[in-house]
């Protein structure tokens, strides 16, 4: 997926607290490799392959599982892409299983196709996100959905035409595509893009339709757009925050 942006200014769990109930469901997001979390490195492209690890004060890599803890008591949910999943087909599943402890998990680790789906969610993810540029065929979402509804349809998109692996979606338009994805029973969908700026309009149009998130260029600032467009949350980068808890050594 476009790489979520980092927090800017105060995280929102800290200026007012983490939404609950009918209000937005904000997800930190990090990246998973080697076990590791790590973050596309600065001026890379996004979603490219080009990433470092997040490191503590004592000049190490952050212990994984202390800081999820940390983010799930501020969110009690959290977004992980299993980089080693979406590139090379290899998802971390000793780790994945681990990470939430029955809080909510959302996990995009490159699932192909449906039986890569049921694979993410035995490993304990609650819901399993299919995303456009690595999603085999089109036809895997219907597959998908007759095993289990845990499934979240990420659209990535360029100017409202959809990014994807399978060149009958390639460059569909966005709507077109959320629309077939909800009558087929996709509950769930994530709009992503690098775009400088999030096109709330689309946003607006397609939650019309259902439960929609927005992800890629989304800060979480931005929560009063999100709440206007009639968006369901967002995901945003989690690299600011564990940043932040790192210094403080809290």
Known sequence: MPRPEAARGTPLATATGPRKGGDLLLFPSIFLEHGAIVFPKEGGEAGGEEYQALMGVSGAPVDLFDAVDH????????????????????????????????????????????????????AGASRAVLSTPTLRSAREIATSLKLTSQVALEIVHDHGRVAAHDRGLDNAPVEELASEARAAGVSHIILSSDERTVDWSLVRRVAEGGPTFVGGRFFTESRSELASAGARGGIFSAKELLERWTTSGS
Do not use: C, N
């Not at 992980?80 to 029955?102: M, S």
């Open 71 to 122: 983010l799930l008591a501020l969110y009690h949910r959290i977004y992980v892409v299993d980089v080693e999943g979406v590139r090379e087909e290899r998802p971390q599943f000793e780790y994945l299983q681990e990470l939430t402890k029955g809080q909510e998990e959302w996990v995009d680790a490159g699932a192909r196709d449906s039986d890569q789906v049921m694979d993410v969610l035995v």
